[in-house]
């Protein structure tokens, strides 16, 4: 059963807005200019490839940027198997591009594993940008991931501060349970999303028992990064 323990530590704080397999033994063919071996004719029964495949590559109506993830971090030396994935890769005006995060407790008994938000990545930013909840966190399931009315411009641009309030939590996770969670990618400083890359990182922490009143288990540092890219949907 998952049970969240929090210390409130004050009140609210806000976001400062900141900026196939190819084979080797096809025989050459020759060139009929020549009558000799060309190998830059491409294999025999291959004609090159076919113009529709050169066409622009079609995204939904309204796209503005592309993400995917580029690199991870490995294992963290710490009973957790952290992994993030592409829930939606796409931004258009109004709807962020999103990622779903899994934190799992590979250790053989319950673990407390803090900071709450951050283990998520919930309100982790880096270089201008800012990755924000979309949705309630669940536990041994996939989330329900919604998209909420934070304020922003047309561009991926958070317009105002978001509040946040000031506390230390963490997940209870008995052995080999996990805990998911969906976040959005923002611009800050009324901005806009930007092509480039971007590394997010969080430390985690672990609790014996999942009891935050205890001597910490173990701490560790993971991340990962993103790289965002204009596209034309036109």
């Known amino acids: 059963m998952h049970t969240r323990r929090a ?3 004050g009140f609210l704080g806000s976001v400062a807005l900141a900026g196939c397999l190819g084979d080797d033994r096809t025989a050459p063919r020759e060139d009929p ?3 000799q071996p060309d190998d830059d004719l491409p294999p025999a029964g291959d004609d090159g490839p076919d113009d ?4 622009d590559r079609e995204y939904p109506p309204g796209t ?3 993400v995917s993830i580029v690199a991870t971090d490995d294992t963290p030396e710490i009973p957790l198997a952290i992994s993030i994935e592409l829930a939606d890769p796409y931004a258009s005006s109004g709807s962020p591009p999103a990622l779903l995060v899994r934190v799992t407790n590979l250790s053989d008994g319950t673990l407390g594993v803090g900071e709450e938000r951050g283990a998520l990545f919930r309100y982790v930013g880096a270089d201008g940008t800012i990755l924000l909840p979309h949705g309630e966190y669940a536990v041994d399931r996939e989330p329900d991931r919604t998209t ?10 958070l ?3 978001i509040a946040i309030a000031e506390y230390y939590g963490t997940h209870t996770l008995p ?11 923002y611009a800050t400083d009324d901005g806009c999303l930007a092509s480039g890359e971007y590394r997010f990182e969080t430390t985690y922490q672990t609790f014996p028992e999942g009891d935050i009143g205890a001597e910490t288990s173990g701490q560790a540092t993971w991340g990962f990064t993103l790289r965002v890219e204009e596209v034309d949907s036109e």
């Open 7 to 9: 210390v409130i530590a």
């Open 33 to 35: 200019a020549t009558d």
């Open 52 to 55: 529709s495949q050169l066409s």
């Open 64 to 66: 503005t940027h592309e």
């Open 148 to 157: 909420p009315e934070y304020p922003t411009n047309d561009c991926g641009g």
């Open 159 to 161: 317009t105002e501060g």
């Open 175 to 185: 052995a080999g349970s996990f805990v998911a969670g969906a976040v959005g990618l």
